[in-house]
């Protein structure tokens, strides 16, 4: 069992930083793939960002490439998601997520808002 917890949300202006952390419980927290998702009102719930537990290579969506970063500290048991240059399209509640490659553990926070305004 994974437990997450997000924090780092807020309200920003647009062109604005923000840096999301995820911290998780749980003593094999460096065999997971870490993740972000996010969902906005009256939308589904999508992919943002992803980083591998085996090679530590990340991925992202194309609609954050190039302004967000994802990290992972194994130590701490910690997942950042670094947020630059934020639009209003940005604005939405992030989830992090944890996910055992090849099992059925997988795991989500409860989220944090970002809202940004224009």
């Known amino acids: 069992q994974v437990q997450l917890v997000e924090s780092g949300g807020g309200v920003v202006q647009a062109g604005d930083s923000l840096r999301l952390s995820c911290a998780a419980s749980?003593?094999?927290?460096?065999?997971?793939?870490m993740g972000w998702f996010r969902q906005a009102p009256g939308k589904e719930r999508e992919f943002v960002a992803a980083?591998?537990?085996?090679?530590?290579?990340?991925y992202y969506a194309d609609s954050v490439k190039g302004r967000f970063t994802i990290s992972r500290d194994n130590a701490k048991n910690t997942v950042y998601l670094q947020m630059n240059s934020l639009k209003a399209e940005d604005t939405a509640v992030y989830y992090c997520?944890?996910?055992?490659?090849?099992?059925?553990?997988?795991?989500w926070g409860q989220g944090t808002q970002v809202t940004v305004s224009s």
């Open positions: 997520n944890a996910d055992w490659p090849g099992t059925r553990h997988n795991y």
């Open positions: 749980g003593r094999t927290f460096s065999s997971y793939d």
């Open positions: 980083i591998r537990w085996s090679s530590g290579s990340p």
